[in-house]
Every structure is written in C-alpha cells, then in structure tokens.
C-alpha cells in the first residue's frame, strides 16, 4: 500500500491488519518513554488547510512516537495567504525531501492530486465532504474494544450526512466489517442515493432504539450554502441525541468537535454510552499504525518533481 487515500482501497484484512498492528502500539502509549524507534530519519509532512484539533495533534503525536522527523504546514501564516497554490506548495515542500505527506483540505479530490504531484505517500486526512478515512480506522478501533467485533451490529449514523466526510468513510469501512448502516436525518441532509452506499435511510428517529451504536454527526456549517433545516432549536428537537432518546445498552460516538446542545445534549456526552474519548485516543495509535503500514519497509522516495521557487 503506497497512498491511504479512501476507505475503498482497503478490503477487510487490510483494515484488520492496521487495526491488529495499532493494538499492539497501545503498549508504547503506556510505557514512560513513549516512542519506539520504528520510523527514524523518516520525515512526516503535516499539511493543514482546514481547521482540526484531534486529527493533527494525533497525527504528529503518531510520528514522534515511532520517531519520525514532523514538519508542520498551516495554510494560515504561510504563503499560502500571499497566494500560492496547493501544487507549488506541495512542490516547495517536496524539496525537504517528505517520505509522507498528510493533508487535509475543504477540496474534494485533494489528496488524490498530491498523490501525482509527489513521489511521498500521501495521506488523506480529510478532503472537504469527501473523506476521512483515518477517522474511519479508528472509529472501527474503538468499536472493535468496546464490542469485540462489528459483525451483525446496527449502527446508526445521525445528523448533517449530505457534508459530512466521516459519514462517507464510516459507512464502507462500518459495512466492510460486517455491520449493518443506517443514516437518518432531515431529508435535506441526506444525499440522494445513499443507499448504494449499502445502507439505509431513516428521516426519524422512531426506530433509534433497535441501534447497538449510535454515531453523532455535527452539523457543517462551514459547508453549508444555504439553510438546510428550518432553525438549530428545531433540528434538535427531531434528531438531537439526548438521556430520553439513547438507551442504557447502546454505544454513542461523535467524531468532534461537538456543538454541545445542537446535535448531543451535556447529559449523554459524559454518560457511560459515550466512548468520544476512547476515540480520540485510538487516533494516536490507528495513525501510528498507518504510518507504519506505508512507510516501515519502503526505500526513501526519490524526487520526481523540480521544486517550484521558495517564496519567502
Ligand atoms: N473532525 C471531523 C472532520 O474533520 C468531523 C467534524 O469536523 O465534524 O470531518
């Protein structure tokens, strides 16, 4: 495997196999000195042009702990304000000679071209409504922990599907597992066809009780273009995740951030349904594990690309 790039390129050994090999990682996560010196003189190119919290923290805790070099790129500060484009940046940084490159992007489809612009493995680490398949991966991690397998489950994924990427990401790799998708959401926040995703399609939460898992999504705004739902106040009346609608035996997640009051009510967020922060945890070790897959093992990149010229 060279790129991670979507939730289609792996069938379901290669997700166990990321998912077995991130368990044994958690032992370094325990240990005092936490690294192990699997990737040294390896170098990761965190590249961000979107906000995140979880993902880029996680992602550079990932690298350090298996003793990667990390340079970090926020588009915010960086000449990318002074105009310069994804593929000259790519191309400027490339002369540092990456072995992998992460990037994340409000664009559809922008981890696909890095991919052709560098000869790193690339990492897609969300593009716009897309993807975000390492949000996925431990998504499954921490389901596998919690119920010791996917199989037969019934997972429902509420809320903002139509812009959401780890809806898109969650429902192949959910699936690929042997779990049974359901989305629900306002009409108007659920993309047509969705069903040949392999899931099904609910506009109420009626039947929310028959879910093992029930998965939050936020609601995108920075997505949004016009106004999908009527107010805030009436979307959480009808799908708001909160203790009179989620059972005692079912299991909550949230990828985060979390609009407090919107999507998930304060009560179940600290509930013992909620396994948020079991997730943001299993971020560290499922990111080590996938860097570990595409770079433990491959010879160094050799430079394809002329570097554009560094603009001060
Ligand atoms: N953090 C996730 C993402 O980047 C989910 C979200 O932002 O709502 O897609």
């Not at 506009?203 to 106004?227: F, G």
């Not at 909550?252 to 945890?281: K, Y």
Request: glycine share 6%; charged share 20%; with cysteine.
């Amino acid at each position: 495997m060279r790129h991670l790039l979507s939730i289609a390129d792996l069938d379901r050994p290669a997700i166990e196999r990321i998912l077995d090999r991130a368990k044994t990682f958690t032992e370094v996560s325990e240990r005092e000195i936490k690294k192990v010196p699997a990737l040294r003189g390896r170098r990761v190119l965190n590249l961000f042009y979107e906000a995140s919290t979880r993902t880029r923290s996680s992602f550079e805790l990932a690298a350090k702990s298996l003793s990667a070099d990390v340079i970090n790129f926020a588009s915010s500060g960086s000449s990318v304000e002074k105009g310069e484009s994804l593929k000259d940046t790519v191309q400027t940084m490339s002369a540092y000679r990456p072995d992998l490159i992460v990037i994340r992007s409000p664009h559809v489809g922008a981890a696909q071209l890095v991919a052709g612009w560098t000869p790193a493995s690339v990492v897609n680490a969300g593009d716009g409504k897309h993807e975000h398949p390492t949000q996925a991966l431990l998504d499954v991690y921490t389901l596998r922990e919690r119920l010791g397998a996917l199989d037969g489950a019934s997972i429902w994924i509420v809320g903002d599907v139509l812009h959401s990427r780890v809806a898109r990401s969650n429902i192949m790799a959910f699936t690929k597992l042997g779990a049974k998708v359901t989305v629900c959401g306002p009409p108007t926040l659920i993309p047509r066809a969705m069903e040949t995703l392999g899931c099904e399609v609910e506009y109420t939460l009626d039947r929310l009780p028959e879910a093992d898992v029930v998965y939050a999504l936020r609601m995108q705004k920075e997505r949004m273009t016009d106004s999908f739902v009527p107010s805030i106040r009436e979307y959480a009346a009808q799908y708001q995740i909160n203790g009179r609608r989620l059972g005692a035996r079912q299991v909550l997640m949230h990828p985060g951030p979390v609009n407090r009051g919107v999507e998930l009510s304060a009560e179940v967020i600290d509930s013992p349904q909620a396994v948020i922060g079991q997730q943001v945890a299993a971020g560290v070790v499922v990111r080590m594990a996938v860097l570990y897959e595409l770079l433990a093992g491959r010879s160094a990149p050799q430079p394809a690309v002329t570097p554009a010229p560094v603009s001060a």
